[in-house]
Structure formats: structure tokens, C-alpha cells
């Protein structure tokens, strides 16, 4: 189901491009635009999720799925050693911009914590 005027579903529909790294047929990840770090991508759910306060029960498989493809990429890109952090923000208070529930990974140089 896709969600009028969601950038993310656009993605989805290829009506806006992005740098896909992954595709299945529950979720999809694309190079983030502004990348906060040297590896910076997103995990998404094919589904217009708003965000994991909006997710059910029902979803608690695609989460998981979409983790384990989280820690696929992380992998792929060599972050398994030095680390890498998964983050979803959730509401406009805790840094959310884009309402399409979505993981972000990213590594590739030392994080801090606690973040900002
Ligand atoms: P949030 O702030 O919601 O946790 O993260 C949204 C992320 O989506 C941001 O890191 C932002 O750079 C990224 N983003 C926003 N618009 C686009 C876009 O059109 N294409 C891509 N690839 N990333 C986007
Ligand atoms: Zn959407």
C-alpha cells in the first residue's frame, strides 16, 4: 500500500531514484542522500508503515527481517569488525523527517554516545 506524497514510497515505485542496495520482496535499502557517515543506509519496509510506534503485532516478522537485512548490509560493507549502529527514530521529537518507518546503518568511522 502505498501513501500519497511519502518520498519513501515514491522510492518504492521508482518514481524518485535512489542507490538501491538491497531488494526483497518485504523490504528495500537505498544509500540515505545525506549520509552521516561513510556508510549511511536505510532499511525500509515496502508496506507505508508511518513508524515503530505504528507497527502491530502483525509486523513483528517484517521487523525482524528488516534487522537481519540491516546486519546483511553492515556486513557486506565490512562494518562487522569495526562496528556499526541501527538506529529508527521515532516521532518528530526523537529526529524522525521521513514518516515511512525506516532503519538506519550506519559506520564506517567512530560513533559517539550517547548521540545528540
Ligand atoms: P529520519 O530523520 O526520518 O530518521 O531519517 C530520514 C532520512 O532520509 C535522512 O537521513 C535523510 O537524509 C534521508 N532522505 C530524505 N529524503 C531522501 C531521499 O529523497 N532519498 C534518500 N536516499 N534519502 C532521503
Ligand atoms: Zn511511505
Redesign the pocket.
Known amino acids: 500500500m502505498s501513501e500519497n506524497n511519502c518520498?519513501?514510497c515514491k522510492?518504492i515505485a521508482g518514481e524518485?531514484p535512489?542507490?538501491f542496495v538491497h531488494q526483497d520482496e518485504r523490504c528495500v535499502a537505498?544509500?540515505?542522500?545525506?549520509?552521516?557517515a561513510p556508510v549511511?543506509v536505510?532499511v525500509i519496509p515496502r508496506e507505508h508503515l508511518e513508524s515503530l510506534d505504528e507497527a502491530s503485532q502483525r509486523d513483528e516478522a517484517l521487523l525482524g527481517h528488516m534487522l537481519r537485512v540491516a546486519a546483511r548490509i553492515a556486513n557486506e560493507r565490512g562494518l562487522s569488525e569495526s562496528g556499526y549502529r541501527t538506529?529508527?527514530?521515532t516521532g518528530a521529537g526523537a529526529?524522525?523527517?521521513?514518516?515511512h518507518l525506516?532503519a538506519?546503518v550506519i559506520g564506517g568511522r567512530a560513533l559517539a554516545w550517547p548521540p545528540g
Do not use: E, R
Open positions: 518520498i519513501f522510492i524518485i535512489a542507490t537505498f544509500d540515505d542522500i545525506n549520509p552521516q549511511h536505510l538506529v529508527i527514530n529526529g524522525q523527517s521521513v514518516f525506516h538506519h
